[in-house]
């Protein structure tokens, strides 16, 4: 469910953004909860938390690109789109951190565009991440990344997307961080992430198209078939 504002002075505007967001949301599979402000005084009134907030710059009271200031004072992360008829005053959104602009009338092979690149960040935003402290400095890891942890020569090493990193780090430290995530043990040594399984076989699973076989211990099968083939379906 991604949470979104409309702050828009103009119901018509309004209506067409509304009616975008339901186009798309269909077309892609995506569930927005959309909430409607004909003001920016309301919007602080409330100052709920939101995903994504499209913002009118010209509007009574308070305009856009202050209420934009407004907002970052307490949310640093939500992403703004602003929704206008002026490009000078939008090309100041680099001051605000917003994501992009879009003109009136508003259409919607252009609006369809902005919406996907929203999507994927809105994705890196809510995605799990780990922060290492490795032998060659700090590095930040997003768990989607990480194929499998092992423990080798007392080192903790996460084998990811982007490379190997080594930890100074218990396996069971490790698996605590990685609780929320779909990661399994299934050796003393080994933590798989179910993501990346490709298949098994009496002892062995494969990671990656089967260019990486991990040995199942026996103490540990039962337990890693099972949430295996819950994390499947099957």
């Given at each position: ?51 994504l907030i499209l913002l009118d710059i010209e509007m009574p009271a308070i305009n856009g690109m202050d209420l934009a200031k407004?907002?970052?004072a307490f949310d640093k992360k939500v992403v703004l789109i602003f929704i206008t008829n002026m490009v000078q005053y939008a ?81 069971a430290a490790a698996e605590s961080e990685l609780s929320k995530g779909p990661f399994i043990r299934c050796n003393h040594s ?45």
């Amino acid at each position: 469910m991604i949470n979104v504002a409309i702050v828009e002075d103009e119901k018509a505007a309004y209506d067409i953004l509304h009616e975008h967001l339901i186009h798309f949301q269909k077309d892609n599979g995506i569930e927005f909860e959309i909430h409607y402000y004909n003001n920016g005084l309301s919007f602080l009134d409330e100052k709920k938390p939101y995903d994504l907030i499209l913002l009118d710059i010209e509007m009574p009271a308070i305009n856009g690109m202050d209420l934009a200031k407004r907002i970052r004072a307490f949310d640093k992360k939500v992403v703004l789109i602003f929704i206008t008829n002026m490009v000078q005053y939008a090309i100041k959104g680099y001051e605000v951190d917003a994501l992009d602009y879009v003109l009136k009338p508003i259409n919607y092979a252009r609006f369809s565009s902005l919406m996907k690149k929203t999507m994927r960040i809105l994705i890196s935003n809510n995605e799990d991440e780990v922060v290492l402290k490795t032998v060659g400095g700090t590095r930040k890891v997003y768990l989607s990344t990480v194929y499998y942890l092992e423990i080798s020569d007392h080192l903790l090493i996460y084998h990811t997307e982007q490379g190997d990193f080594e930890v100074w780090k218990t396996l069971a430290a490790a698996e605590s961080e990685l609780s929320k995530g779909p990661f399994i043990r299934c050796n003393h040594s080994t933590i798989v992430n179910m993501k990346y399984v490709v298949g098994t076989d009496k002892d062995t699973v494969y990671l990656t198209d089967r260019k990486i076989p991990i040995s199942i211990s026996h103490s540990k099968k039962k337990a890693f078939l099972s949430s295996l083939n819950s994390y499947l379906g099957l």
